[in-house]
Nanobody
């Protein structure tokens, strides 16, 4: 049974930090490209950061220099360290695992940044 479970969201003041976690099970995690997306009310889902099975990371321009994605294949977990948070980072953050045509999503965790 595949499970993708995000955690770590919450309410934080602008300038603060949060660390999101995404715990996966039921598939070969180390093979998968893991990606964090976010979706704010009334807006399209956007890619935040992605990390390959080899550990290569890419970021949206809006979060470069502030967010860090990492993975621990021994724990089947991917992380998103979010620093210098801004009100415009407020969104639901979703974790995705992808390998060829296989594609798994979590339910999301809410991040709210107050000004």
């Amino acid at each position: 049974q595949v499970q993708v479970v995000e955690s770590g969201g919450g309410l934080v003041q602008a300038g603060g930090s949060l660390r999101l976690s995404c715990a996966a099970s039921g598939f070969s995690f180390s093979r998968y490209v893991m990606t964090w997306y976010r979706q704010a009310p009334g807006k399209e889902r956007e890619l935040v950061a992605t990390i390959t099975s080899a550990g290569n990371a890419e970021y949206a321009d809006s979060v470069k220099g502030r967010f860090i994605i990492s993975r621990d294949n021994t724990k089947n977990t991917v992380y998103l360290q979010m620093n210098s948070l801004k009100p415009e980072d407020t969104a639901e953050y979703l974790c995705n695992g992808r390998w060829f045509t296989l594609n798994y999503w979590g339910q999301g965790t809410q991040v709210t940044v107050s000004s």
